[in-house]
């Protein structure tokens, strides 16, 4: 067998695995498939969405050697850039918030990047908006310097529509089931799998307290999911079921699966997980693939913390009672979310849980 030889890490990023979940909080019957973003050079799909955003700004000529680049993230995405600013010699700033793990910021400056971090919130407690002013304020100090915008940059999506998508396609299941946040990872890879298995159902999940879909913007835990506002990448039209969690309901999923079966997921991974779980339970669909956005690893500091947990009030939950709250809940259309009654619905009503 010849053993590949890459040009650099940059040409390690994709063609993810994809394992099996066997556990009986499936259905009887039913095949829960987990694609394993977290195989990514920097543990994170954050890596291919960040590749796609510099090989855009290279090709388009507004990056280059010397050249600076500016982005606003919970943290993935900002190690994934600084990585890359290491191969391809830009300089990287990257404008984090008091919500990233220690872990993450360790990260990007060990590439080499200049952290920015955001203290204040915004009028609903979240640190988004304000990341993003900080943006602007610093692209005035930097003449020259680009914005990704990771949240409308088309670049986004459209990388992940041929290349996520394109693998993603390639099993056939009956449900392909992700998280939002800016949306460009979800919405590019249902786009190719909906041209190419136009059957399949895409399951958006995301964590209650964000204003993807609509309703009052709060505070949350979970990294890696949600945002204060629909970002121009999130497209309802190729996504068709809504399923909103709880942190606590995606971190207990996470202490389950690392302990039981030697996963170690992010918080946005707990998401989907559950998401994929609430819709082989609560459907006729006999098979699911789960995209997996990032790893644990992140987070050893955070969500696999217990001192952590209980400064945040959070309880793990039992086999038992993550049973139970998938009995209780629903997966409800996408269409649901722009109607008047939306915003009225409490997350008891809309989430699993």
Not at 129 to 147: H, Q, S
Not at 279 to 305: C, M, T
Not at 329 to 335: M, S, T
Not at 336 to 353: D, I, K, M, T
Request: hydrophobic share 40%.
């Amino acid at each position: 067998m010849n053993t590949a030889i890459y040009g650099s890490i940059a040409d390690c990023i994709g063609h993810t695995p994809i394992v099996e979940l066997r556990d009986s909080l499936i259905p009887q019957g039913k095949r829960l498939f987990a694609k394993l973003e977290y195989y990514n050079p920097s543990f994170s799909i954050k890596d291919r969405t960040a590749l796609g955003l510099v090989k855009a700004a290279i090709a388009a000529g507004k990056l280059g050697r010397g050249g600076t680049l500016i982005e606003s993230t919970s943290g993935n995405l900002g190690k994934s850039l600084a990585m890359l600013g290491a191969v391809y010699g830009f300089h990287v700033i990257v404008v984090i918030d008091a919500k990233t793990s220690p872990t993450v910021i360790k990260w990007c400056e060990a590439y080499g990047a200049k952290l920015e971090m955001v203290q204040d919130t915004d009028e609903n407690g979240g640190y988004q908006k304000t990341r993003v002013a900080r943006v602007k304020e610093l692209l005035e100090d930097y003449p020259g310097a680009i914005w990704p915008n990771q949240y409308d940059n088309e670049d986004n999506p459209d990388f992940h529509y041929s290349t996520t998508g394109e693998e993603v396609a390639e099993l056939e299941v009956d449900a392909v089931v992700g998280s939002v946040s800016t949306g460009g990872h979800l919405c590019g890879i249902s786009r190719k799998v909906k041209e190419k298995r136009p059957g399949t159902t895409v399951v958006a999940c995301d964590v209650d307290g964000s204003a993807v879909f609509g309703g009052a913007s709060h505070p949350y835990l979970v990294s890696g999911s949600g945002l204060s506002w629909r970002g121009k990448n999130t497209d309802l039209s190729v996504l068709d079921k809504l399923c909103i969690l709880s942190d606590e309901e995606a971190i207990s999923i996470c202490h389950l699966l690392a302990k039981e079966h030697g996963l170690l997921f992010g918080g946005s991974s707990g998401l989907v997980v559950f998401g994929s779980l609430a819709w082989l339970k609560q459907s006729s669909i006999r098979s699911a693939l789960a995209i997996i956005p990032d790893s644990g690893a992140n987070y050893l500091d955070q969500i696999y913390n217990r001192p952590w947990l209980a400064d945040h009030g959070i309880k793990i939950l039992s086999r038992s009672e993550l049973a139970e709250r998938l009995r209780a809940g629903r997966v409800i259309d996408v269409k649901q979310c722009s109607s008047p009654e939306r915003s009225a619905l409490s997350s008891a009503n809309v989430s699993v849980g």
